[in-house]
């Protein structure tokens, strides 16, 4: 099956200190992965995507992402977090499937941002 | 301003009572969907909709039906909703299904009593 994992459920750091989300996919075939972030009482806001290209991606509000094929990886990143980082991550695949497109989202992992 | 609309945003109802959450998009995108999210289950797709009359069944399709007779809208239909379907809802749209971002709505919170 096309899925993604997210291996924690709550990561903690410092404001001002760089920050991970973790998350890991196993696709066959070439990968398309996106990370969304959720905010308290509103729906899912784009962050970046993977398609092809270069590994690192640069998007929203300065996060990137690192894909990394051996490690089957996409982890979010940030140099330095804010305290308005904190939120619900989530990572998504998307590929086709038997009866057309599917969209598959990890768990989620909440960031907490402490000032 | 490109956005996705739900409505309503909370709905308490009954087991039985039929309902419709209705959704609409102004960005004339031909891909929506529906979710549902749950405490540790993340977002599960329900259903979606590759273009007008054209819906297909996602992971956890059970007890619930969609329409999209115009591009704008994908209503979600629960004909008789039992406790299980109490959860958070949401309607998300894009361009076309595989490499473009998908906006979402902000959320349709549903309890069945």
């Known amino acids: 099956a096309q899925s993604v994992a997210q291996p924690e459920d709550q990561v903690n750091v410092a404001e001002g200190n760089p920050l991970t989300v973790k998350c890991t996919y196993s696709?066959?075939?070439?990968?398309?992965l996106f990370w969304y972030v959720q905010y308290p009482n509103r729906g899912l806001q784009f962050l970046l995507k993977?398609?092809?290209?270069?590994?690192l991606v640069k998007g929203s509000y300065g996060f990137e992402a690192e894909f990394n094929k051996s490690q089957t990886s996409f982890h979010l990143k940030k140099p330095s977090a804010l305290v308005s980082d904190s939120a619900l991550y989530f990572c998504?695949?998307?590929?086709?499937?038997?009866?057309?497109?599917?969209?598959?989202f990890g768990k989620g992992t909440s960031l907490l941002v402490t000032p | 301003e490109a956005q996705v609309t739900q409505n309503p945003r909370y709905l308490i109802t009954v087991t039985g009572k039929k309902l419709t959450v209705t959704c609409s998009q102004n960005?004339?995108?031909?891909?929506m969907s529906w979710y549902r999210q749950d405490p540790g289950l993340g977002l599960r797709q329900i259903y979606y909709?590759?273009?007008?009359?054209?819906?297909d069944k996602g992971d956890v399709p059970e007890g619930y039906k969609v329409s999209r007779k115009e591009k704008r809208n994908f209503p979600l239909i629960l004909e008789s909703p039992s406790p299980n379907q109490t959860s958070l809802y949401f309607c998300?749209?894009?361009?076309?299904?595989?490499?473009?971002?998908?906006?979402f709505g902000q959320g349709t919170r549903l309890t069945v009593v």
């Open positions: 696709v066959s075939g070439n990968p398309y």
């Open positions: 998300a749209s894009s361009l076309s299904a595989l490499n473009t971002e998908a906006f």
């Open positions: 909709s590759m273009n007008v009359e054209v819906t």
């Open positions: 993977y398609i092809t290209g270069d590994n």
């Open positions: 960005m004339n995108h031909e891909y």
């Open positions: 998504a695949v998307c590929f086709i499937s038997n009866s057309g497109y599917a969209l598959n």
